[in-house]
C-alpha cells in the first residue's frame, strides 16, 4: 500500500496546487514534476538516464502541442484581423442570437467532428477562439469545448484510441490471445468499439444539456443553472442528432468514423432545423456586458479590439467566405487522415524527426510535424490570407499577435508533459510503473464491483497521460486481466471492462492538464487552469460514474439500471438547484 501512496503524490499535488490552492500551472507542475523525478530516482530506483530521457521525451511531445496551438491561434487572429469573424458573428446572431444555441452547434457538433477527424486536443484548438470571436468570455469558450471532450474521443483522430490505443494493449497478451479465441484480435477490438459507442450514446446524449447549464451557472447574470436547462428540447434533439448517427457508424462500419460522420450529420440536421425555428427557445441568453461581467473571465485574445480596422480594410465579406478556413480545416483533416499516400507520405520515415534509444534507455522520442494538426492550420492561416485578400503589414501583426500568445502558453506545458512521461516510464525497474501500481491499488479494494471503478480508471490515465489512446495503451491489458479475476467471461464481462476503460479514457479528457492548459492558451487565458478544472470535474464526475452504473447494468443487470436512471436525474437535479450570487455592476476580484 505504501507504494499505492508514494505514486498517488504526483497527482495529489498537481490536484491540491492546482484545483484546491488556486496556483498557476506552471507552479504547480513544476512541483509535481520535481516529487515525480525525485520519487522516480529513489523509490522505483530508474536511472538519471532514464528520467532524463523521459524528461526529453515530455519536451518533444510538448513542442508539437506548441505547434498545434500556435496554428490554432493563427488561424483565429487571421480570421479576426481579415474582419471575417463579423460576418460570422453576424451569421450565428442571423441564425440565432441565444449563447446556449450557438454553444450546442459550435461546440458540440463543429467540435465533435473536428474531434473524429483529428484528436489531439483539436476541437479546443480550433472551436474555443472562434466562441472567444463572436463574444464569448475566454473562460467559457475553454469550459464548454472541454465539455465535449467525452463522447467524440472514443473515435478521435479516425479511429486511433481504439485502433492503437486498446488493440496494443491487448494484442501482446498470450491470455487475451487465448480468451478470445477463435476470434482475431482486430475482431474482438472492433467489437470493443461497437460496444463503446453503445455505451458512449447512453451515457453522453445529455453532454449538451449538462455543458448549458453549466455554461449559464457560471458565466450568466443570474447564476442559474435552469437558465440553461430552459433549451432542454433543442439539447437534446442535437444530442440525439449527434450520437445515434454515432452510433450506427460505429456499430456497423467499425471504429473510424463514428466521430467524424455523427458531427457532420448532426450538424446537417441541426442547423437547417435552427434556421427555421425547431424547439429553440422563447427567452435569450447572452452573457452580462464586461463591464459586470468578473474580468478574470477573459483572456488577452479580444477581436473586439481590432474589428473596425480590419473591417475597413477587408470590405465586404461573404458568409462563405468567412467560413472558408474552417471549411479547408476540415478537408485537409479528413483528407491527410483517410487518404492512404497523402498519409503515407506525411508520416513517412523522411517526414519524422526521431530520437531512438535516448541516453541508452529504451525510450524513443519522434514528432510527424507535417502530420501534426499545427502544420494544417498553418497552412489554412496562408490560404486564408490570399482568401481575404490580406495586405502584408495585417498578415505580419497576426503572427506576432500569435507568437506572443504562444509564449505564454509555453511554461506550463514545458513542465506538464515532462513530468507525465517521467510518471509513465517508471516501469524499466523491479516496481511496476506508477500508474500500474495505482491502478492494482483500486482493483484490489473493489472486488467484484470492479467494472463500477473501471472508467475512474481510464479517466485516470487521461488525467496523467494528457491522452485517450496512451491511457488505453496503459490500462486495457490490467483492465481486461482484474475482470478475468474475478470471474467475468472474456467475450462479455471482460470486454465490457475493457469498453469501460475506453470510455473513461475518455471522460477524462475533460480534466487534463494538457487540454486544459491548450485550450487556454489559444484564448489567451493564463493562469486559472485550475478554475477550469474545478468546474469540468462536474461533468466528468457525471459521466465517469454514469458509465460504470451503465457498465454494471450490462453485466449484472438488475438493480444497477435503475441505478444509472436515478444517478442521471440526481445529476440533473442537483445542478439545477445549484445557484451562486447574481452578478451586479461590483464584479467578485479575480481569484489568484
Not at 136 to 144: I, K
Not at 361 to 388: D, E, K, R, W
Not at 520 to 528: K, P, Q
Request: hydrophobic share 55%; with cysteine; charged share 10%.
Amino acid at each position: 500500500m505504501i507504494y499505492v501512496l508514494l505514486a498517488a503524490v504526483p497527482i495529489l499535488i498537481v490536484f491540491v496546487l492546482l484545483v484546491v490552492m488556486r496556483f498557476s500551472a506552471k507552479v504547480a507542475m513544476l512541483a509535481a514534476y520535481v516529487a515525480t523525478a525525485l520519487t522516480a530516482l529513489t523509490v522505483w530506483g530508474q536511472s538519471f538516464g532514464t528520467v532524463a530521457a523521459a524528461t526529453i521525451n515530455g519536451v518533444v511531445t510538448a513542442l508539437t502541442l506548441l505547434f498545434i496551438i500556435f496554428g490554432a491561434i493563427l488561424v483565429m487572429q487571421t480570421v479576426q484581423e481579415s474582419g471575417a469573424i463579423r460576418t460570422i458573428r453576424r451569421g450565428f446572431t442571423d441564425l440565432s442570437p441565444d449563447r446556449r444555441i450557438q454553444t450546442i452547434i459550435i461546440a458540440w457538433l463543429f467540435g465533435c467532428m473536428i474531434e473524429g477527424a483529428s484528436g489531439f486536443g483539436t476541437p479546443a484548438a480550433v472551436a474555443a477562439p472562434l466562441l472567444v470571436a463572436i463574444g464569448f468570455p475566454a473562460m467559457a469558450a475553454v469550459l464548454v469545448t472541454l465539455i465535449i471532450q467525452s463522447v467524440p474521443v472514443s473515435f478521435g483522430a479516425v479511429g486511433t484510441p481504439m485502433l492503437v490505443g486498446v488493440q496494443t494493449g491487448l494484442s501482446n497478451s498470450p491470455l487475451v490471445q487465448e480468451a478470445i479465441a477463435p476470434m482475431t484480435m482486430i475482431d474482438y477490438v472492433v467489437d470493443i468499439a461497437a460496444h463503446v459507442a453503445l455505451v458512449h450514446t447512453i451515457v453522453g446524449f445529455v453532454i449538451p444539456l449538462l455543458m448549458v447549464g453549466m455554461l449559464t451557472r457560471f458565466f450568466g447574470a443570474n447564476k442559474s443553472v435552469m437558465e440553461g436547462f430552459r433549451v432542454w428540447k433543442f439539447a437534446l434533439f442535437a444530442g440525439f442528432a449527434f450520437t445515434l448517427p454515432y452510433l450506427a457508424v460505429g456499430w456497423f462500419l467499425g471504429p473510424e468514423f463514428p466521430s467524424l460522420l455523427g458531427g457532420l450529420i448532426g450538424l446537417l440536421i441541426v442547423v437547417p432545423a435552427a434556421k427555421r425555428g425547431f424547439l429553440l427557445p422563447k427567452d435569450r441568453f447572452d452573457f452580462p456586458p464586461r463591464t459586470q461581467a468578473n474580468e478574470h473571465w477573459f483572456g488577452t485574445l479580444a477581436p473586439e479590439a481590432d474589428e473596425g480596422r480590419a473591417s475597413a480594410e477587408a470590405g465586404g465579406i461573404s458568409l462563405l467566405r468567412a467560413w472558408s478556413p474552417y471549411i479547408v480545416i476540415a478537408v485537409l483533416l479528413v483528407a491527410t487522415r483517410i487518404i492512404a499516400p497523402v498519409k503515407a507520405a506525411l508520416t513517412s520515415p523522411l517526414a519524422t524527426i526521431g530520437f531512438s534509444d535516448i541516453f541508452g534507455s529504451g525510450i524513443n522520442s519522434s514528432a510527424q510535424l507535417l502530420y501534426s494538426p499545427g502544420a494544417i492550420l498553418i497552412l489554412t492561416s496562408v490560404i486564408s490570407m490570399f482568401i481575404y485578400g490580406m495586405r502584408p503589414a495585417a498578415y505580419g501583426r497576426v503572427w506576432a499577435a500569435s507568437g506572443r500568445t504562444m509564449v505564454a502558453a509555453a511554461p506550463a506545458l514545458l513542465l506538464a508533459v515532462p513530468m507525465v512521461q517521467v510518471f509513465l516510464n517508471t516501469g524499466r525497474g523491479p516496481l511496476e510503473s506508477m500508474p500500474l501500481t495505482l491502478a492494482q491499488g483500486f482493483s484490489g479494494l473493489a472486488g467484484e464491483t470492479w467494472p463500477l471503478f473501471a472508467p475512474i480508471i481510464g479517466a485516470l490515465g487521461a488525467f496523467i497521460a494528457g491522452s485517450n489512446t496512451v491511457s488505453n495503451m496503459m490500462f486495457s491489458l490490467f483492465q481486461f486481466s482484474a475482470a478475468e479475476q474475478i470471474g467475468l467471461a472474456a467475450g462479455s464481462g471482460a470486454m465490457m471492462v475493457v469498453v469501460l476503460q475506453a470510455i473513461g479514457g475518455a471522460a477524462g479528457n475533460m480534466i487534463c492538464v494538457h487540454n486544459v492548459v491548450a485550450a487556454s492558451a489559444v484564448v489567451g487565458l493564463t493562469d486559472r487552469e485550475g478554475e477550469v478544472i474545478r468546474m469540468t470535474l462536474i461533468p466528468m464526475a457525471y459521466y465517469v460514474v454514469q458509465a460504470g452504473l451503465v457498465g454494471m447494468a450490462f453485466i449484472y443487470s438488475g438493480i444497477w439500471a435503475v441505478a444509472a436512471v436515478l444517478w442521471l436525474i440526481l445529476v440533473i437535479f442537483a445542478m439545477s438547484r445549484n445557484t451562486g450570487r447574481k452578478i451586479t455592476a461590483d464584479p467578485a476580484p479575480a481569484s489568484r
